[in-house]
């Protein structure tokens, strides 16, 4: 049975710090997600990452993965109070599985 | 880039009624779509692949019966749930794979049901 596991998942940080989000999957997989939800909403699509090394970065935020140790990290620079939401990853194998999300507070 | 929609966005019902929710994907044809239920800072839980032209795959501990799955076209899915109760109530998401068009997998943008 595929799982997906984020830590932390709950991240509360000082506007301007940098800091890693994890995500572990129990299984292989040719696909990692990472999503976006802000409180009442839908998810938004941030990265895709399809092979081992991928790196993606888009503003303050960078995606990584590395396959073989099943572990995909979302890095956040200089962190803005506009990137508070909360994220997930989650990995296909024949269906979509999500992680519990990380809940990110970014203080002002 | 590509869209899925959702509606309604909000409904409310009363207990026992039905309530149907749709699914299209506008710019690309779907053969599967997903539907998930999300509880308040949970994440999302997948209740079933919807297959076109064919049956839902339902996961364990899904009632068929209660959230019916209906894939009539490559661009609509949609989830009727029968008999509603109040703890039915939940925001449900649903999600389309374009296939070549795309890498992600496309959400729609949920569906607050609140039965009373």
């Known amino acids: 049975e595929l799982k997906v596991e984020q830590n932390p998942l709950f991240l509360s940080m000082q506007e301007g710090k940098n800091y890693t989000i994890y995500c572990n999957y129990s299984t292989t997989s040719d696909r990692l997600y990472w999503y976006r939800q802000d409180p009442g909403k839908s998810l938004e699509s941030l990265f895709v990452?399809?092979?081992?090394?991928a790196v993606k970065q888009e503003g303050r935020l960078m995606a990584s993965l590395d396959t073989k140790a099943r572990l995909s990290t979302l890095h956040i620079t200089a962190a803005v109070h506009d990137l508070s939401a909360t994220y997930f990853c989650?990995?296909?194998?024949?269906?979509?599985?999500f992680g519990k999300g990380t809940r990110l507070h970014i203080l002002p | 880039g590509a869209v899925v929609s959702q509606h309604p966005s909000r409904v409310i019902c009363k207990s026992g009624t039905s309530v149907k929710i749709e699914c299209r994907s506008l710019d690309f044809q779907a053969t599967t779509m997903f539907w998930y239920r999300q509880f308040p800072k949970k994440s999302l839980m997948l209740m079933a692949t919807?297959?076109?032209?064919?049956?839902?795959?339902?996961e364990q501990g899904v009632e068929k019966d209660k959230f019916l799955i209906n894939h009539a076209s490559l661009t609509l899915s949609t989830l009727t749930v029968t008999s509603a109760h109040p703890e039915d109530s939940s925001f449900y998401i649903c999600?389309?794979?374009?296939?070549?068009?795309?890498?992600?997998?496309?959400f729609g943008e949920g569906s607050w049901l609140t039965v009373v």
């Open positions: 999600s389309a794979d374009p296939g070549s068009y795309g890498n992600t997998i496309y």
């Open positions: 919807s297959n076109e032209g064919s049956k839902a795959t339902y």
């Open positions: 990452l399809l092979s081992n090394g």
């Open positions: 989650a990995v296909t194998d024949d269906k979509i599985i």
